[in-house]
């Protein structure tokens, strides 16, 4: 069974992630930051990530930097209610890092879906 990692800051996105990858038949473990992921990527054997961009403490662009540094080859899929502010384009910036996909909030359980079956292909 496939196991992915989602991190994001808000209770209600993380849920509603891991249920419908759960529907879609994959384990989840689900996280609030990125210092907590990066321990779980130190412990647990994760075959994808699913990040938000918007984080506190962590943004997801260092998260995907040090995950990329434990894990260089390991898929991510970056979700977004946005990422830019004035002066920082997160979802450029997470392109740039090698996601292999970018979804905006909302997004359909389909979508998620088939993205999850695109990147671990």
């Known amino acids: 069974m496939i196991k992915i990692l989602v991190v994001d800051d808000e209770e209600l996105t993380r849920f ?9 038949g994959h384990e989840t473990i689900d996280v609030c930051c990125g210092a907590e992921a990066l321990g779980i990527l130190d412990s647990e054997h994760i075959d994808l990530i699913v990040t938000d961009m918007v ?16 894990l260089p080859d390991i898929p991510i899929i970056v979700i977004s209610g946005g990422g830019r502010t004035m002066t920082y384009d997160y979802l450029e910036i997470a392109k740039q890092q090698g996601t292999q996909a970018i979804l905006n909030k909302p997004f359909s359980p389909e979508t998620l879906l088939l993205k999850v079956d695109e990147a671990l292909a």
């Open 55 to 70: 984080m506190p403490e962590m943004n997801g662009n260092v998260f995907i930097d040090k995950a990329r540094e434990m």
């Open 16 to 24: 509603t992630v891991c249920e419908i990858l759960q529907q879609g």
